[in-house]
């Protein structure tokens, strides 16, 4: 079993910067893959990026959407990987899950992850 806890979102304005954060907790001796996932209200969840792990640091993997805006990285030592998100756009407005892929590859589809945070709102205004 992993846990999962997201924080870290808000309210912001157009152009401003968050940095969500997931907490990991339970099985973390074991390599995996992490995700963040968002949901726009009557939208279908939306991939944001992956961070696969290896001894040599993994791989990284984003959604168009959101290239060269939103930077993953993890901290192995805190069983933590954070989503900084710059330039934040309207369009950014949902709520972001974290989840764990146990497969440890890259997967875009939320139905391959095997557990789930509870999400964080992230609202940003025009």
């Known amino acids: 079993q992993v846990q999962l806890v997201e924080s870290g979102g808000g309210l912001v304005k157009a152009g401003d910067s968050l940095r969500l954060s997931c907490a990991a907790s339970?099985?973390?001796?074991?390599?995996?893959?992490m995700a963040w996932f968002r949901q726009a209200p009557g939208k279908d969840r939306e991939f944001v990026g992956t961070?696969?792990?290896?001894?040599?640091?993994?791989?990284?993997f984003y959604a168009d959407s959101v290239k060269g805006r939103f930077t993953i990285s993890r901290d192995i030592a805190k069983n933590t990987m954070y989503l900084q998100m710059n330039s934040l756009k309207p369009e950014d407005t949902a709520v972001y899950y974290c989840?764990?892929?146990?497969?440890?590859?890259?997967?875009?589809?939320?139905?391959?992850?095997?557990?789930w945070g509870q999400g964080t709102q992230v609202t940003v205004s025009s």
């Open positions: 989840a764990v892929n146990l497969k440890n590859d890259y997967r875009l589809s939320g139905h391959e992850y095997d557990y």
């Open positions: 339970g099985r973390t001796f074991s390599p995996y893959a």
């Open positions: 961070s696969t792990w290896s001894w040599s640091g993994g791989n990284i």
